[in-house]
């Protein structure tokens, strides 16, 4: 982890948690982070839309800040059962996680697309957190940073800079899985995106860069001490705040 970049450890709930089960999760980070006035890192989670007016008055006045997981590239109109990102921000959001590989995946979101949200993110003011990551075909066939870079130069929004963007490096076979990539695996993924970024933006040094993919209490350390591993990006491990505290625990 860098000095002169502030950690971000985000949590991703995806399509999990009812009101009835989310609130004492998120009572309990509240809690537990209240236990530390001067934090050293930024602390996120995003909940499924519905849960997201709930978990912004819980987590309020708190380090604890909330996001989305999705947004539409339009501030409104005729698109049933979408979200705007203006919305997300009028519900108390302050981040957008977009182009997340589930995304990709399920609703063949392609890097213009991706690009196009990202970029409604930053007109609403949110940060948007910008999912890149090779499939294990594409890993295995030795295309990982072909593919990273296809998406890093095609996915981040114009007027990106380090105070509204943030990436997550999520490999897809690690997502879900309980695999994880080798701390030199991630650091040559790691550097590369942080190469691509210095030929886009002027403050590519200050842009933070997370990992994402089974990131978990007692691999968390170990993945937070590779070379421009800035924080992570977390699924499963997010849901439960007594899992979830221990990664926060690496930086904060
Ligand atoms: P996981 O998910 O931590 O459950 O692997 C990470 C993600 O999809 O962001």
Redo the contacts with the bound molecule.
């Keep these: 982890m860098s000095k002169q970049r502030r950690p971000l450890i985000a949590g991703?709930w995806?399509m999990n948690g009812l009101v009835g089960s989310a609130t004492p999760e998120l009572q309990e980070l509240v809690k537990r982070a209240g236990d530390h006035p001067d934090p050293k890192c930024d602390i996120l989670i995003c909940p499924p839309a519905t849960l997201l007016y709930e978990m912004v008055s819980l987590a309020e006045g708190s380090a604890v800040k909330i996001g989305g997981q999705n947004c539409h590239a339009n501030e409104s109109g005729a698109h049933t059962g979408d979200i705007s990102a203006e919305m997300l921000k009028d519900a108390g959001a302050e981040y957008c996680i977009v182009g997340?590989?589930?995304r990709r995946a399920d609703h063949g979101e392609s890097n213009a697309v991706v690009k196009a949200k990202a970029e409604a993110a930053l007109r609403a003011g949110l940060i948007a957190i910008v999912?890149v990551g090779e499939t294990l075909v594409e890993r295995e066939g030795d295309k990982t940073l072909d593919v990273i870079s296809d998406q890093v130069r095609n996915s981040l929004p114009g007027g990106a800079t380090a105070s509204n963007t943030v990436i997550?490096y999520?490999p897809v076979w690690?997502?879900?899985?309980g695999k994880t990539p080798t701390p030199e695996n991630v650091a040559d993924v790691h550097a590369h995106i942080r190469k691509e970024l210095g030929s886009m933006m002027g403050d590519s040094d200050s842009v933070r860069v997370l990992y994402?993919?089974?990131?978990k209490g007692s691999n968390a350390a170990e993945l937070m001490a590779v070379e421009n591993v800035d924080g992570a990006?977390?699924?499963?491990?997010?849901l439960k705040a007594v899992d979830f505290w221990p990664i926060v625990s690496t930086c904060i």
């Design positions: 991703n995806k997340h590989s589930e999912c997550a999520e690690a997502i879900g899985t994402g993919g089974s990131v990006l977390v699924g499963g491990a997010s």
